[in-house]
C-alpha cells in the first residue's frame, strides 16, 4: 500500500512558476516508479509526466515537455513536479501517481488526492 500528499499547488499568474511536491510513504519509494496527471473542469484527466525508480528517465506529455520538469528524491520520500512558464490552460487538478512496478509502464497502481493550481491571465 502505497499512501500520496500532493502539495504546493495555488493561485499564479501567468508567466509564472510553481513546484509541486508528493510525499509517499508505505512501500519502499525507490522501488516503484511515480507519475503526474492533471484534470481541467470538464475534461478528463491526463498524463502529464513520468520518472522510473532511480531518476534516470522521465517521460513527458507532448504539450508539456519544454515547461515541466518531474524529478524525485528518494532519501526525502518525495516527487516533484516543476512547472515554468505557467499558461492558464495549465489551471487543473494535479494528481501525484505512484506505480505497481520501477518503470514507468503507464499504469497507476496508487493516486494521491490532488492539488489545485489555478493561473490567472
Known amino acids: 500500500q502505497v499512501q500520496l500528499v500532493e502539495s504546493g499547488g495555488g493561485l499564479v499568474q501567468a508567466g509564472g512558476s510553481l513546484r509541486l511536491s508528493c510525499a509517499a510513504s508505505?512501500?519502499?519509494?525507490?522501488?516503484?516508479?511515480m507519475g503526474w496527471f492533471r484534470q481541467a473542469p470538464g475534461k478528463e484527466r491526463e498524463f502529464v509526466a513520468a520518472?522510473?525508480?532511480?531518476?534516470?528517465?522521465?517521460y513527458y506529455a507532448g504539450s508539456v515537455k519544454v515547461r515541466f520538469t518531474i524529478s524525485r528524491d528518494n532519501a526525502k520520500n518525495t516527487v516533484y513536479l516543476q512547472i515554468d512558464s505557467l499558461k492558464p490552460e495549465d489551471t487543473a487538478v494535479y494528481y501525484c501517481?505512484?506505480?505497481?512496478?520501477?518503470?514507468?509502464?503507464?499504469?497507476?497502481?496508487?493516486w494521491g488526492q490532488g492539488t489545485q493550481v489555478t493561473v490567472s491571465s
Open positions: 501517481a505512484a506505480a505497481h512496478s520501477s518503470n514507468w509502464l503507464g499504469s497507476v497502481g496508487y
Open positions: 508505505g512501500r519502499t519509494f525507490g522501488s516503484y516508479a
Open positions: 520518472i522510473n525508480w532511480s531518476g534516470s528517465n522521465t
